[in-house]
């Protein structure tokens, strides 16, 4: 059974930071594109960071420079550290694996980040 599970959400002060987990557990993980996404009330989900499997990054413009996303394929777990948030990042952030090849695509159940001004 594939799970993903994400860790790490809570609330933080503007400018603070927060560092987030996804853990993968029934996959070959190494082989997965992983996304972090987000959601906030009333709006579309949206890619936040993403690392392949080669270890290619891509960001939403909004957070260059403030998060970070890193893997390490030993422990099966996607990180997003993040840094002088916003009240702005606030959302609920969502684990996502891929692997189009293959059609597979799986989601976590999601953390709540809240980023009090």
């Known amino acids: 059974q594939v799970q993903l599970v994400e860790s790490g959400g809570g609330l933080v002060q503007a400018g603070g930071s927060l560092r987030l987990a996804c853990a993968a557990s029934?996959?070959?993980?190494?082989?997965?594109?992983v996304g972090w996404y987000r959601q906030a009330p009333g709006k579309q989900r949206e890619l936040v960071a993403e690392?392949?499997?080669?270890?290619?990054?891509n960001y939403q413009d909004s957070v260059k420079g403030r998060f970070t996303i890193s893997r390490d394929n030993a422990k099966r777990t996607v990180y997003l550290q993040m840094n002088s948030l916003r009240s702005e990042d606030t959302a609920v952030y969502y684990c996502?694996?891929?692997?189009?090849?293959?059609?597979?695509?799986?989601w976590g159940r999601g953390t709540q980040v809240t980023v009090s001004s």
């Open positions: 996502n694996a891929d692997r189009p090849e293959y059609r597979l695509n799986y």
């Open positions: 029934g996959i070959t993980f190494s082989y997965y594109a």
């Open positions: 690392i392949t499997s080669t270890f290619s990054r």
